[in-house]
């Protein structure tokens, strides 16, 4: 585990958004362009009685890409430190040529308004048969970043069994940013070093679901459950059913 000084909690509150209320509460932007794109259901859950289901198919189309995506509403604050957990499910269907990657959660880029997006920051992606997680940095935002980085890849990675993953970022925009990541209880990433973009006032968020850039031939499904944002790998671990704010 890395040695931090960064000790300091960040200002937010721990947020848990766990699907049981059976609707999509706490999500502030769903980019979901038919209603097969993002189900709660109760057949595969992770904790508790409901997950969501997410398909992607060749033609959904929305928000400038092919997606099918929940958004957390906060933007991190920079040299903060964040802690995330969610619980991720691959179908044993989904299959996709090797030419053609799945984003299956990402922290992306806040662009001001007319201004170009840069590719995420830190994304978990899933590609032939292994899980990759990857990120860029640069001094502006932009489609081609100054540099990209591919912090783990896991091959073989197992469908049709339930994941547990916890990061914990702290967010430097002009400084050494720091990535832990879990995979279960087994580290994953352990890494510092410049992230994000330096042009940007505000810090990335984070986005749950399924993206791909080409479309692929056919639909593909996974599951995500039990997401926390928090201050320790207590509050987020997504083995644990936390208690939804408001519940």
């Not at 038919?34 to 009685?49: C, F, L, M, P, W």
């Not at 799945?102 to 920051?121: F, M, T, Y």
């Not at 990541?181 to 890494?191: F, Q, R, S, V, Y």
Request: charged share 25%.
């Amino acid at each position: 585990m890395l040695t931090t000084s960064h000790t300091e909690p960040g200002a937010f509150e721990t947020l848990h958004l766990d699907f049981e209320s059976g609707a999509f509460d706490g999500w502030s932007v769903k980019r979901l362009s038919s209603e097969h794109s993002a189900d709660i259901q109760s057949k595969i859950v992770r904790t508790g009685t409901r997950a969501c289901r997410f398909e992607l198919r060749p033609g959904d189309y929305v928000s400038q890409g092919h997606r099918a995506e929940l958004r957390d509403p906060y933007n991190v604050v920079w040299d903060e430190e964040v802690w995330y957990g969610f619980s991720t499910f691959i179908a044993p269907d989904f299959e996709l040529p090797e030419t053609i990657g799945c984003v299956l959660a990402q922290w992306h880029d806040q662009a001001k308004l007319g201004d170009p997006s840069g590719k995420p920051p830190i994304a978990m992606r899933y590609r032939g048969d292994r899980l990759i997680f990857t990120g860029a940095y640069g001094r502006v935002a932009g489609p081609v970043p100054d540099t990209r980085y591919e912090f783990a890849s896991i091959p073989d990675f197992p469908k049709g069994v339930w994941h547990d993953f916890v990061f914990r970022v702290f967010w430097s925009r002009h400084g050494i940013s720091e990535i832990e990541a879990w995979l279960g209880k087994e580290t994953i990433i352990d890494w510092r070093g410049p992230l994000a973009y330096e042009n940007e006032v505000e810090g990335p968020y984070f986005k749950l679901g399924l993206y791909w850039s080409p479309p692929g031939p056919k639909p593909i499904v996974a599951y995500h459950d039990n997401y926390s944002r928090g201050h320790s790998f207590a509050e987020v671990d997504p083995s644990v059913q936390h208690v939804a704010a408001g519940a």
